[in-house]
Nanobody, 128 residues
Framework: QVQVVESGGGLAQAGGSLTLSCTVS????????MGWFRQAPGKEREGVVCIAWNGGATYYVDSVKGRFTISRDNTKKTLALHMNSLKPEDTAMYYCAAGLGIWCPGSGVGAEGDFAYWGQGTQVTVSS
């Protein structure tokens, strides 16, 4: 059984910063691509960022490029998403997910079906 647990969400002002963390445990190696997705009210879940198993490749959706940074620590099976210059449109539930393979699907952020294990999500709210 694999568990994915996110933490670090909360309330921030526009222009502020938050860091999300994700811990993976259970029957999963540390050689999976990992990603963050988000879902705003009334919208579909979208891929935000993906990081390859060795951290050597990262892919961001255009709307967060230059503001968000993903990192991973394979020895601890943890993932972090550093979010800077937050905007009200970043408000969403953020989900951490473990991919089916070691590389980010299609050399991009991937789709929901490319990820096998999901956390319950952590809420990020950005006020203007």
């Amino acid at each position: 059984q694999v568990q994915v647990v996110e933490s670090g969400g909360g309330l921030a002002q526009a222009g502020g910063s938050l860091t999300l963390s994700c811990t993976v445990s259970g029957a999963i190696s540390n050689a999976n691509a990992m990603g963050w997705f988000r879902q705003a009210p009334g919208k579909e879940r979208e891929g935000v960022v993906c990081i390859a198993w060795n951290g050597g490749a990262t892919y961001y959706v255009d709307s967060v490029k230059g503001r968000f940074t993903i990192s991973r620590d394979n020895t601890k099976k943890t993932l972090a998403l550093h979010m800077n210059s937050l905007k009200p449109e970043d408000t969403a539930m953020y989900y951490c997910a473990a991919g089916l393979g070691i590389w980010c699907p299609g050399s991009g952020v991937g789709a929901e079906g490319d990820f096998a294990y999901w956390g319950q999500g952590t809420q990020v709210t950005v006020s203007s």
